[in-house]
């Protein structure tokens, strides 16, 4: 079992639709847990991230980690074409210098 | 100010050869990391680089290497290339003054295809 799993995709929505977006780890020691983007032919960018457990929500974007069913999810409401990119969960232990990533789901938002 | 830059945009080499690959992070941050992002294999962190000394590195073999220069630019080799190499390598560096956090950026990468 990889340390974290995340769908690859891509995932196909229209325009203003609510998006969710999973990702599941193996690794209890994961403390930070993150969500980037990356567009085509782009390097990733830091969307959101959040620290143990619980919900943040950051304009149209919510992050949501349950650290007791190793689940984290980002949710973007009123979906924009503009969000149509490859989004990355990300994860990292306290006091080691290294993301382990997931593989990518790849949102294609369609006006 | 500028953001990580990685040059060259595209390589394409044929196995058995050598390829090198260069990152500049943003100026002042010193730490670098070197990423694989393969096809079907998401991103897969290679290489870590801190004030000149390699700190740490993922599981590849010892053919993929590197270092860090004075102005804390990057350069990663990878030797005897085989067709898996074929991949984005991506650098990023941490915000400055840090040498790992949650947040790194991210330079726009190097595709490399070896043929």
């Known amino acids: 079992q990889k340390e974290v799993e995340q769908d690859p995709g891509p995932l196909s929505v229209p325009e203003g639709a609510i998006v969710s977006l999973n990702c599941t780890y193996s690794?209890?020691?994961?403390?930070?847990f993150m969500w980037y983007r990356q567009y085509s032919r782009k390097g990733p960018e830091l969307l959101m991230y959040?620290?143990?457990?619980g919900n943040k929500e950051d304009g149209r974007f919510t992050a949501q980690v349950d650290k007791s069913s190793k689940y984290i999810s980002l949710f973007i409401r009123d979906s924009q074409p503009s969000d149509s990119a490859t989004y990355l969960c990300?994860?990292?232990?306290?006091?080691?210098?290294?993301?382990?990533f997931g593989k990518g789901t790849m949102l294609l938002v369609s006006p | 100010e500028a953001g990580v830059t990685q040059s060259p945009t595209h390589l394409i080499k044929t196995r058995g050869q050598q390829a090198t690959l260069r990152c500049s992070p943003i100026?002042?941050?010193?730490?670098v990391y070197w990423y694989q992002q393969a096809l079907g294999l998401g991103l897969q962190f290679l290489l870590w680089?801190?004030?000149?000394?390699?700190?740490n590195r993922g599981n590849f073999p010892p053919r993929f290497s590197g270092r860090q220069f004075p102005n804390y630019s990057s350069e990663l080799n990878v030797n005897a290339l085989e067709l898996e190499d074929s991949a984005l390598y991506l650098c990023?560096?941490?915000?400055?003054?840090?040498?790992?956090?949650?947040?790194?950026?991210f330079g726009p990468g190097t595709r490399l295809t070896v043929t």
């Open positions: 990300a994860m990292m232990r306290i006091g080691y210098s290294t993301l382990t």
């Open positions: 690794n209890s020691a994961f403390q930070y």
């Open positions: 959040t620290y143990s457990s």
């Open positions: 100026s002042g941050h010193t730490s």
């Open positions: 680089y801190d004030e000149g000394e390699e700190r």
């Open positions: 990023a560096s941490p915000p400055r003054g840090t040498r790992s956090s949650y947040e790194q950026y």
